[in-house]
């Protein structure tokens, strides 16, 4: 959990538990799971248990819906960064369903809700259909073409009132035009660290001028780097940070 963080697209992170398991190339180097090992937590894979977290750990959104309110703006939390809340096991069913809660309690808070597996949003979902919260924004990540062919179907099936894609770290080209008409915020972004695949910025560019042409938001985030939030070497021109137009946020981004 984060009070701030150095995502530019969000204002806070929060995590209902930490863990995950690989399921795509995108994931070679996911830096949760490096966070976490070197934290010292064996939370990754398959057979590894997931750390949860207690009361005081719940209560901090509370806290952030009740300053953005006093505030009269809105709050961006991305969910989650060191987990995907759509993993399919039965040991997250009781935290996915206090998630739930938590989030139709906190109607202050814009919530970013990211997954690798859309597909099992109809069935995991604490909300029944036409129920989900408008405050609730869907998204998943996709990496190239063939993530975006296997993952966006049953994101733009789900009844979200924001619908959007995370094409970070993209490391093939992406043709999001026959879902556009469905979406309402694009995140374009590179890889860093370590090991980073470069950004093809000619994928990138076409990524946004496409959503351009939709009227799409489109937030560039950054370049391939050593570091995160670097323009490198994206032009100006299309160097572009925006947000669905849902309503008011905090963010100095917006």
């Known amino acids: ?17 930490w863990g995950c398991t690989r399921i795509s190339t995108g994931c070679l180097h996911c830096y949760a799971e490096g966070l976490a090992k070197r934290w010292g937590h064996r939370v990754w894979g398959p057979d590894a248990p997931r750390r949860t977290f207690g009361a005081a750990h719940w209560a901090e959104p509370l ?3 009740r300053d953005a309110r006093a505030a009269g703006t809105c709050r961006r939390v991305f969910c989650g960064s060191m987990c995907d809340w759509l993993e399919d096991r039965r040991d997250l069913d009781a935290e996915r369903t206090r998630l739930g809660h938590l989030i139709e309690s906190t109607s202050g808070l814009d919530w970013q809700l990211l997954t690798k597996r859309p597909e099992n949003l109809a069935r995991l979902s604490p909300w029944p ?20 062919t296997a993952r966006l179907d049953a994101l733009c099936a789900y009844p ?8 970070e770290p993209l490391i093939g080209a992406i043709d999001l035009r026959p879902w556009l008409s469905r979406l309402h915020w694009v995140i374009v972004g590179g890889e860093s660290g370590p090991g980073r695949r470069e950004l093809d910025l000619a994928a990138a560019e076409r990524i946004v001028r496409d959503c351009q042409d939709a009227g799409i938001a489109v ?5 391939s780097g050593a570091r995160t939030g670097q323009q490198g070497r994206i032009p100006d021109t299309w160097f572009v940070r ?6 008011p946020s905090n ?4």
């Open 1 to 17: 959990m984060g009070t701030t963080t150095e995502i530019a697209w969000t204002d806070a992170t929060y995590n209902p538990w």
């Open 63 to 65: 806290r952030w819906d």
């Open 129 to 148: 259909t036409g129920t989900h919260p408008a405050h609730a924004w869907v998204g998943t990540t996709v990496e190239h073409q063939a993530t975006a």
């Open 160 to 167: 979200a009132a924001v619908r959007f894609v995370s094409a």
């Open 219 to 223: 937030f560039v985030k950054q370049d």
């Open 242 to 247: 925006e947000f669905p137009g849902h309503r």
């Open 251 to 254: 963010s100095a981004a917006a």
